[in-house]
Each structure stands twice: as C-alpha cells, then as structure tokens.
C-alpha cells in the first residue's frame, strides 16, 4: 500500500496545534490496526471553505471542524444533517465517494454520551437542567438535552440577549432563559448543571457560583478539560455530588467521527482515556 492508498483524515481549527483530536484518532488507527493518518490543519479565519473544497482533491477522507470554523463552514458543504442544523454548528464533514462533502454534529452525541457513562444515575425527566454560556457547545448540550427528554432547561449567560436568541433558535417551550445575576434560583432543585464556558479554564477566571441550591443528587458538568478538575467540579465534589469533566466528551464525540473517516468502531473506554491523560 502506498501512502496515496491510506485513508487520510485530520482536524481544522485555528490554532490548532493544541488540539488532542490527533492524539485520540491515531491511538484509535493503531488499535484497530489501520495503516492511515490523522493530522492537524491550521486553517486561518475566513479561509475554511477554501480549505474544504480542497478535500477531495487532496485525498482527505474528511475533517473534523474546531473554532472558530464550527459555522462558517455551513456555506460551503452540499448538505448538512438536521442535528447539525439544530445545534447551529458543524463539527464533522466527510467527503462521500463523488466528492460532495457533508457536515454533521457528533458533538450532541458525545455531550450525551458522556453524561450518561460518567452518571448513569441521572434521568432527564427528574429536575431541571441548566447550561451556563451561549455558544456553540452551550447548544449542543441544548440540543441533546431536550433530545433525552428534560422537562425544563434554563439557559443562563452573561449577555442575556445571546442566551434569549439561542432560545429562540431552540424553538421549545421547555427553554427558559435567566440572567447571570439569577443563577442561583435557575439552580434551585436543579438535577444537572453544566458549564460550557471558558470559566474554570487554564487563564479564565474560575467558576465558583453557590452550588447549594442544587438537588441534593444533582450532577455538574464542566465541559473544560485543562483542568481536567476545575473549580467547579472541586466544589461539587466537596458537596458529594456527581460530577462529570470534558475529557469524556472529547472522545465521545470523536467515535462516529472515526467510524465516518476510517470505517471501523472506536471505544470511549478507559484504555483511550488513559492515552489522552498522559497528554494533559
């Protein structure tokens, strides 16, 4: 087999040097036996539907898509999946055999996933859940969480205005929008809390809001993984609660990525956990 004959696939992102995508997909090539690549692509803003067009040309089985590119890249695929459409971003494309490229969102998958492997306790239709921020991740999480049935969520951001157009674009009675300054009654007998912000995050500012409104079996979420144990998930931890890091969602979401590009199964198992703590 020449190197023209391997399945190719990468990430693009900028910067993206940081990204541990390779790391995750390469563990998974050698596992499974596989003679293909994984790599990073640094791709500048405003260049990423000049990078997807190439794909084909360059042999690329397809990419996984960071920021800030998750929606610019919208304009420049011939179709896109309705959970996509849903979440507002496009994190996966892949290249079907007639060159047209396709975008989807595995991270509403992943988000999923993970939560429900790291706490198997927590059921959607027992209290409501509430996100922190309004970006892409924040509707993500929105979008797999009204997806396994919650009965209410509360969407809570520093700029009100952001929070109220996600809702907006959710288009479901069971979104609810507060401002920053009342977290804590959008917290009152919440049954998960889950940070999608940078706050907590290696240089942020930490997040430490008064977890005591909290369902007393609640679960907090914090989709930061440097630190793999932020603030928040200190003090949820010192309450006794159910936590859940953003490491397991990174290789959750990665699974049917590497299934579409490679055509094999990967495993979000302790094994690949493992290989990417070692990074960290």
């Known amino acids: ?11 693009i992102g900028w910067p993206v040097a940081h990204s541990l995508s390779p790391r995750l997909h390469r563990f998974w090539l050698d596992r499974a036996g596989i003679d293909g690549f994984y790599v990073p692509l640094p791709v500048a803003p405003g260049h990423a539907a000049a990078a997807l067009a190439g794909l084909p040309a360059l042999g690329l089985r397809g990419v996984n898509v ?30 079907a055999d007639d060159g ?10 992943g988000f ?28 993500a999480a929105a979008v797999a969480l009204l997806d396994a049935g919650v009965a209410r969520l509360v ?12 809702a907006l674009a959710l288009g479901d009675p069971r979104v609810a929008v507060a401002p920053w300054e009342g977290l804590a009654g959008a917290l009152d007998g919440a049954g998960l809390l889950v940070n999608t912000t940078s706050l907590g995050m290696a240089g942020q500012p930490p997040l430490t809001p008064d977890l005591a409104p909290l369902a007393a079996d609640a679960v907090v979420y914090d989709i930061v993984y440097v630190p793999l144990e932020t603030p928040l998930l200190a003090a949820a931890r010192a309450r006794g609660l159910a936590t859940v890091d953003g490491l397991g969602m990174l290789i959750h979401q990665g699974v049917p990525a590497f299934r579409a590009f490679f055509g094999a199964e990967a495993a979000a198992d302790a094994a690949t956990r493992a290989h990417l703590l070692a990074a960290l």
Do not use: C, S, Y
């Open 1 to 11: 087999m020449t190197v023209a004959d391997r399945p190719v696939a990468g990430v």
């Open 66 to 95: 960071t920021v800030p590119h998750k929606q610019a890249v919208f304009d420049a695929l011939d179709r896109v999946t309705p959970v996509a459409r849903r979440a507002g971003a496009v994190n996966t494309v892949t290249v």
């Open 100 to 109: 047209t490229l396709e975008g989807t969102n595995t991270d509403v998958a």
């Open 112 to 139: 999923l996933g993970h939560l429900r492997q790291a706490a198997p306790v927590w059921r959607a239709d027992a209290a409501p859940a509430v996100i922190l921020g309004a970006g892409g991740a924040a509707r």
């Open 155 to 166: 969407v809570v951001n520093r700029t009100v205005a952001r929070a109220e157009a996600l």
